[in-house]
């Protein structure tokens, strides 16, 4: 996968999660949580969706790595290269 | 693996089965709900459980327990149509009166009107709820306590707990304060509703969401016994003899209820050492459901959603030493919610507490004529109590049935008919067992929304996290 389609899946995940997230205006340096007022809850099921779409295990010590849209990228590009 | 399809399950199944995860839920009875549920009699569908939703909240506000509930069980907020409540009162007969609805400065306004002394304690009390975690872990503190050190009025004080106690007291007289904040906020701070149509409506979604993930459910299967051995449990088998593996197990059914499910008494004693009786809750209600024509209604308080009255000055929540205790009770209009549902006839459910032991007693008694003599003539006697209050009825009455006690803890499996639990809450879900957990009204939420919130998270804390 490259960047950009790593970081479409990351935006069709969210979209799924909350249909109403405003992705237009996302800032992609800045936490994902604050911008689009997700909870814990939510930050859960973007992981879930991955290990579900991808077979790939996010373990909980990981997910600060998660936590702005660009450094979701550079976590899952060497995970996700040859899918 | 899940026992028990009421909310709890239901929702818990359905975070399972999202993620692509083998999932069956064990419900005893032939249709899902639980302590929520439905029944046909004349061709009319009657509700068990549900009068009204707590916590409402408008779909802006993404962190409110009603909307991060929906999306994680994936339900679209905007296929949902939600009724919210008109007025209800809180009715100290001769006393006072406080009204309250979904905007919280109608209670606000009523008590600077009423109790314009406790007006600044009242707010200070606000403050303090607001700052107040009540999912953290942490020993019992008195919400009655608490209350009490910022309202003096001892009348104000009653008046408070009586709706809140009548929506989640599981232990008699107080509660813990935890149990009491998640109580005040989503009753008074965020409010009532209902979803448009019944709660079959509401079941037949969630049914449909869990089968389009794939997700299983047994219907008349109940559990006869856990198989566990080495801290662990292996699987279960059914009151059909069927023996089922699994790699995880949630009980919804309650903590002594799933305390009789093991079959060595070792097992039984890792589960919990208190004894299944004194573990059982001790409330339980009497609770009457009326059809009237709507024609026939016109002197009805049709502005009212539900009135909590209570006769005397303090309010007393404990198991009577009658039968029932008609010194309170919740007067329940379900059809009076905003936006008329253009229903033919109006309902009206009343509900008091009612003293389990005394109802079982009649139902075994050799003479068969008691129980059903018991029950109309506490009915009626409730009938008498009520009319006071809305004004006589009875002549008007097209239908009308009665549980009491024993049918509760028929139709639920709730030991002595304990609709909210037993007082000691497993707030974690997590058991002395490596792979059993407990979800539903034993984990401390309460409520619809609270026990569907309950099997999301026990599922998300313990179980998503290691598979």
Known sequence: MTIDEIREVILEIIRDIDDEADLDNLNSGEALRDQLDLDSMDFLDIVMELRKRYQIQIPEEDYPQLATLDSCVNYLMPRLKAA | MIIGGGLSGLAAGIRFARFGQKVLILEKHTKAGGLNSYYFRKGRLLETGLHAITNYAPPENKHAPLNRLLRQLKIPRRSLKFRQQQTSEILFLGKAALLFSNDFSLLLSQIDEYFPESTRNFKAMIAELDRYDPFLPRPKISAREFVSSFLQDKLLVEMLFCPIMYYG???????????????????????????????????????????????????????????????????????????????????????????????????????????????????????????????????????????????????????????????????????????????????????????????????????????????????????????????????????EDTFTPVTIERYTSRTQGAVYGCPLKLKDGRTNFDNLYIAGTDQGYLGIIGSMLSGVTVVNQHILQRI
């Not at chain 2, 069927?242 to 002594?256: A, F, M, N, Q, W």
């Not at chain 2, 059982?280 to 009805?300: H, Q, V």
């Not at chain 2, 068969?368 to 008498?384: G, Q």
């Open chain 2, 169 to 399: 007291g599981n232990d008699e007289h107080d509660m813990d304060l935890s149990q009491f904040v998640i109580l005040f906020r989503s009753i008074f701070q965020e409010g009532l509703f209902r979803p448009e149509g019944t709660i079959k409506d509401l079941l037949d979604l969630l049914q449909q969401q869990y089968k389009d993930f794939a997700g299983e459910i047994e219907f008349s299967s109940g559990v006869k016994e856990v198989i566990a051995s080495d801290g662990k449990v292996i699987g279960v088998i059914t009151n059909k003899g069927e023996e089922i593996r699994c790699d995880y197990l949630i009980s919804t059914v309650g903590v002594p209820e799933t305390k009789k499910l093991f079959a060595t008494t070792d097992s039984a004693a890792r589960f919990s050492k208190l004894d299944a009786k004194k573990l059982s809750g001790r409330l339980s209600f009497l609770e009457s459901i009326y059809f009237f024509e709507k024609s026939a209604c016109k002197d009805f308080p049709l502005d009212r959603t539900i009135i909590f009255y209570n006769l005397n000055k303090k309010f007393v929540y404990q198991r009577p030493d009658d039968a029932v205790d008609l010194n309170s009770g919740v007067i329940c209009f379900p059809g009076n919610f905003q936006e008329d549902q253009h229903d033919e006839t109006l309902q009206m459910r009343v509900t008091h507490l009612a003293n389990y032991e005394l109802w079982r007693q009649a139902r075994d008694d050799d003479d068969k004529s008691l129980y059903p003599a018991m029950k109309t003539a506490w009915t009626e006697r409730s009938k008498k109590v009520v009319g006071k209050i809305i004004g006589n009825y009875s002549e008007n009455i097209v239908y």
